[in-house]
């Protein structure tokens, strides 16, 4: 990717955070509080304490990773709104099988790699079926996603009613410790308290190789091809409808992995809600990041801040304006990154 590209991707974050400020400054205004003190209160809740920083990175690591996973279908032209059922479907997939008794006999390396195989599959096996239902009948990806994610939900609760969860409860029973991730604090101490994990590093690591994959491999060259024009690629013998169909398999296999950092290193067994939201802040992250892994990353991280003062706002303003500012900052984003510049990369 260029430079000027990844300066203008810098460009476009830093007026969604010129937004979000500006915002909450005429809503705190606007509901009786100074806006310097929501700021401020705002800045000590996250980035400021040790705490809030790593809630930042507890709240950017499944944005970040459903940033991936929209990037892959973004690739070829596509929209994968369905990775709010994905990923569901792959935390109830997640803690039941950590939860079983076998998980308690398997060396947790390969716990863990069993683990990451049955989210992935989990949430292939949901975008599988819009991948089908564009290719045999030309059917939109947006519309079946946005389908898969209330069927999903409603698959989720019905089978945790029906003998998954524990009795009384919506859960399902806690996977052993040995199966769980460690937690960041374990490593730096300022973060105490902070349900960080482990699970924030593999990101870290995933998304650049990711990156240079989606943009040097055979089969993603074709797909950022086809993102440009599908009829010159069926002429130059490139299968447009298998082409499409791996991308939406392969962006839900991804999107599944937010079961690892919500089921594994954070709550240790599953339930209705997990990770809820961060499919669309995904989806805005991979929109203003584009072809750059750092704005992407930076981006995550940036979506995180926003939740974790939300949340300290909480406290001086009333909920429903820390829900403003919060979906009019995905909004802006998600425009600002439609909004590419001539020359940027698809």
């Known amino acids: 990717m260029s430079s000027n590209a990844q300066l203008r991707g810098f460009l476009r974050l830093m007026v969604a955070v010129s937004a979000a400020v500006i915002l909450t400054n005429v809503l705190a205004f606007a509901v009786g509080v100074a806006p310097r003190e929501a700021l401020r209160v705002a800045f000590e809740g996250s980035v400021a304490s040790g705490y809030g920083r790593g809630q930042i990175l507890f709240r950017a690591t499944p944005i970040l990773i459903t940033a991936l996973a929209a990037r ?138 990711a990156f240079v994959w989606l943009r040097r491999g055979r089969v993603s060259r074709e797909w950022g091809l086809l993102a440009e024009s599908p009829r010159a690629c069926e002429f130059a013998g490139i299968p447009v409808v298998a082409r499409r169909a791996q991308s939406l398999l392969l962006s839900g296999a991804v999107a599944g992995l937010v079961a690892i950092p919500m089921v594994v290193g954070y709550k240790g067994y599953a339930e209705p809600g997990l990770g809820a939201g961060t499919g669309f802040a995904g989806l805005a992250a991979a929109m203003m990041g584009g072809e750059s892994a750092l704005v992407t990353v930076a981006a995550a991280l940036w979506f995180g801040v926003v939740d974790q003062a939300g949340l300290a706002l909480h406290a001086l303003v009333p909920k429903d304006v820390v829900l403003v500012v919060q979906a009019a900052t995905l909004l802006v984003a998600a425009l600002l990154g439609s909004a590419k510049t001539k020359g940027e990369a698809p």
Do not use: Y
């Open 72 to 209: 892959v279908a973004l690739k070829a032209g596509l929209f994968n709104i369905g990775v709010e059922g994905q990923l569901g479907a792959a935390c109830l997939a997640v803690g039941a099988v950590g939860a079983c008794g076998m998980a308690s006999h398997i060396p947790s390396g390969v716990l863990l790699t069993v683990l990451v195989l049955v989210a992935m599959g989990a949430g292939a096996a949901v975008s599988s079926v819009p991948a089908w239902l564009r290719a045999r009948f030309g059917a939109s990806e947006v519309i079946a996603g946005i389908v898969m994610n209330q069927l999903v939900a409603q698959v989720v609760s019905l089978l945790l009613r029906s003998g998954l969860a524990l009795p009384g409860t919506t859960r399902t029973p806690a996977m052993p410790d040995r199966a769980r991730l460690s937690l960041l604090s374990e490593w730096f101490t300022s973060l105490a308290g902070s349900p960080a994990s482990s699970a924030f590093v593999g990101a870290l690591v995933l998304v650049p190789v």
